[in-house]
């Protein structure tokens, strides 16, 4: 099975959009009017949810009538967020149809719809023009990506001229011996789809691809404390199988002992970035 196959099992889940409209009517106020509030337990699926998301988006200078892209849109809990709460539109780009499914439906319950859209297919050969997006971000993607030099050129080739892009991913320790993490995590079962780089290795691709580096920032304290909260919560035993807690608890060990950590980083794409030419 090749990488992309194997990320794209990995991801899939039958029923996803049934199984959260069913979680998300169960406790709101009124199951029959869903709301992006009613959702958000369940469709920001990375580290501290709605939370880590709004912490990102603020920083991105986001403004009504934007076109923003969502690289590795999942089932497109952030790219409602952002449409609704800074009155932009938003498309979303990711490799399992599983989640392009879903996140349309998820989408229509809450009537964005024509605020969002979703498309299957790979952030390294994105079918978009030559800047056509105001900002772009990436939540818990990078970690799947191996070729990150072709993924950060490909972006900057999208965005417009001194538009921003928000990273929110799990990067590795500059000292990471991978002998010693532990398997399952989040986004991988095996090592064989894990491909986690340090921040400062990730600021120098940026870099060579065009970006300007404006903000880093290690989420770790963060991390650690929304996932003791979570593993140790009755709705996660309830809700969730034996490899998802499995794959949290490896996550928050691998965290502690210095091995991984989640980071934002903030670039802006400069006005003539020769790579990009």
Partial sequence: MDINKAIETHYTREKMAETILDLARQNASDPACLTIPDLAPYDDMHIGGRKATTHLMDQLNLRPAQHILDIGSGIGGPARFVAEHYGTHVTGIDLTPAHKEAADRLSQAVCLDQR??????????????????DAAYMIHVGMNIQNKPALYKEVARILKPGALLGIYDVMADDNNTIENFSFPVPWAETQETSFLYAPAAIKTLLEQAGFEIIHTESRRDFALSTLEKLLGSESLKSR????????????????????????EMIG??????????
């Avoid at 969002?116 to 997006?133: V, Y």
């Avoid at 969730?240 to 980071?263: G, K, M, T, V, Y």
């Avoid at 802006?268 to 030419?277: G, H, L, M, Q």
């Fill in 116 to 133: 969002t859209t979703f498309i299957t297919g790979s952030a390294l050969a994105m079918p978009f023009e030559k800047h056509s997006f």
């Fill in 268 to 277: 802006r794409i400069k006005e003539n970035p020769a790579s990009t030419s």
């Fill in 240 to 263: 969730n199988n034996n490899f998802l807690r499995e794959a949290r608890s490896n996550l928050q060990d691998n965290i502690r002992n210095n091995l991984c950590a989640p980071w």
